[in-house]
């Protein structure tokens, strides 16, 4: 039924996609069965130019932090502050915590976490947190009513300390609450099911983010599955008496966008074998795998003759080619050398049209065989094109540059708003573009074990100018803005209307 809406909706031209890799200074996530999992990475700007850094765990080596040197060919150098030369890290997530311009960092770890306040000229320092030597493997954020600090949740793995483990030794979470400007110690989510991704969202669109967990059944073995927690002042689990629906996988990543075309964001969560789309129906929180009718199992690899299951770890959504349509990275990878599931199993570029999704990973030049882990969808060189960036298990990190001729064309947008939650965490981006209309939520959280702070990106086909408006976290809503194509665009809240700046 979607892809006959959508195919009505929006008749996008086809591209070719073109990718071509690009020399980057040599980074490996490493590590023993500790860093199977994990092996993150973050996109942010920390020095002001506009153009985004990379910071890549390393597992067992230090993690780096890689400055953003591009012109219109993608470079970097490794400049890595002390406060950032870390090891035991699986993963980063970039957030403006306290409201200052400055991108902060979430860094999980195999050990303590930290908060780290961005300085400018990225450096950073430690902000007290309490925090505990667990194994973490996800985050999430979001803003809360009117606190001033952000709800965060860090979402640990396996309990390192339970003689009995691994298996059925799933830990709890720490969820911080802010108590004014500082955190006190954390409240334990102690439901947990070994969990490897999770994101704060508003899946029903009535201004609460709720949180959404994908856990790994792998450790859990049975009497687990996937979770979305009430975020009342005392959270709860949603069950089966509101609509809850049982999800049992080997969970590793969840993206979120809108793919149906109704307004309200669909899931696609990663893991070993079959990879899920799941659509909401009804009132309720009740998801329906429909990956199957779009084209996205992506359930064995595509190239390299290896028939066994595919490991998908982190997912991301974003339009390659500009045509108006959202598409799919995933990356891929044997956690180890477990031999029931393929050794050579490629990422996926999956390219929605209006009939559903279609693979061209290996044609775009985007084929490795690399066991891979985190990555970033984001424009490193700021010329409108998407380009790719990803962490891989014990093989160099592998940064793509974006090629594609002939692309669509592209607004980026940035809502800001006064402090707190000055990036508006939680917001909706909506777009009127030819003849349909785009809904987008800020979010901080999802994937594997990273995330980018970057202006939204979106593809326009061959529009000229789109009309926006943006649903603040408060559901204020401001008057429609017309903005210009091929644009990089900050929406300033002021009042009731919106402050351009082009």
């Known amino acids: 039924m979607w892809h006959r809406l959508l195919c009505c909706l929006w008749a996008a031209p086809v591209y070719a996609q073109s990718f071509t890799p690009i020399g980057v200074p040599d980074h490996v996530y490493e590590g023993g069965w500790e860093h199977f999992v994990g092996g993150g990475i973050a996109a942010f700007d920390c020095d002001g130019d506009t153009l985004p850094e990379l910071y890549a765990a390393g597992g067992t080596a230090s993690a780096k932090l890689f400055r953003n040197t591009s012109t219109a060919q993608i470079s970097f150098r490794v400049e890595t502050p002390d406060a950032l030369a870390l090891t035991g890290v699986t993963g980063a997530y970039p957030l403006d915590f306290d409201n200052d311009g400055q991108t902060d960092l979430a860094v999980l770890r195999v050990g303590e976490n930290k908060l780290l306040r961005g300085l400018g000229d990225c450096q950073f320092t430690q902000v007290a947190l309490p925090t505990s030597d667990r194994w973490t493997t996800s985050f999430s954020a979001t803003w809360e009513g009117a606190n001033t600090r952000p709800t965060l949740v860090f979402g640990n793995y396996v309990d390192r300390s339970d003689p009995d483990g691994p298996f059925k030794a799933c830990d709890a979470h720490e969820l911080y609450r802010p108590a004014h400007a500082t ?7 102690t439901v947990g099911f070994c969990t ?17 967990v994908s856990n790994d059944r792998h450790y859990y073995v049975r009497g687990g599955q996937e979770q979305l927690w009430a975020m009342e002042p005392t959270p709860r689990l949603f ?6 629906l049982k999800h049992e996988l080997w969970g590793m990543g969840i993206a979120s966008r809108d793919v149906s075309g109704d307004g309200l964001p669909d899931v696609y969560l990663t893991s070993m074998g079959d990879q899920r789309l799941q659509l909401r129906e009804g009132e309720g929180p009740t998801y329906r795998d429909a990956s199957y009718s779009f084209g996205v199992t992506a359930h064995m ?28 990275f995933v990356t891929k990878g ?5 031999p029931g599931s393929a050794f050579d199993d490629p990422n996926n570029l999956l390219v929605q049209t209006p009939t559903g999704f279609i693979e061209r990973g290996s044609s775009a030049g985007l084929l490795s065989m690399a066991r891979s882990r985190g990555a970033a969808l984001v424009d490193l060189n700021r010329n409108g094109l998407l380009d790719v960036a990803v962490v891989n298990r014990r093989a160099p990190l592998e940064v793509w540059q974006n090629t594609t001729t002939q692309a669509g064309n592209f607004v980026t947008i940035a809502p800001i708003q006064a402090a707190p939650n000055r990036n508006a965490v939680g917001a909706w981006i909506e777009l009127k573009v030819a003849n349909k209309t785009v809904a987008r939520e800020i979010t901080i959280g999802g994937g594997h074990a990273g995330g980018v702070l970057v202006p939204e990106h979106f593809g326009l086909g061959q529009a000229q100018t789109v009309q926006a408006r943006i649903i603040w ?4 809503i401001s008057e429609w803005v017309t903005l210009l194509a091929n644009t990089h665009t900050t929406l300033t809240r002021e009042g009731g209307g919106l402050l351009i700046d082009f």
Do not use: C, I
């Open 334 to 338: 044997n956690v180890d050398q477990m």
């Open 196 to 212: 490897l991704s999770m994101l704060f969202t508003d899946w029903a669109r009535a201004g609460r983010q709720d949180l959404r």
């Open 301 to 328: 690899p595509y190239e390299g003759g290896d028939g066994r299951p595919s490991t998908g770890w982190h997912a991301v959504f974003g339009d390659v080619q500009n045509d108006g349509l959202d598409d799919l």
């Open 239 to 244: 069950g089966p008496e509101d609509g809850w």
């Open 183 to 189: 955190y006190k110690e954390p409240d334990l989510l």
């Open 473 to 476: 976290p408060d559901r204020e």
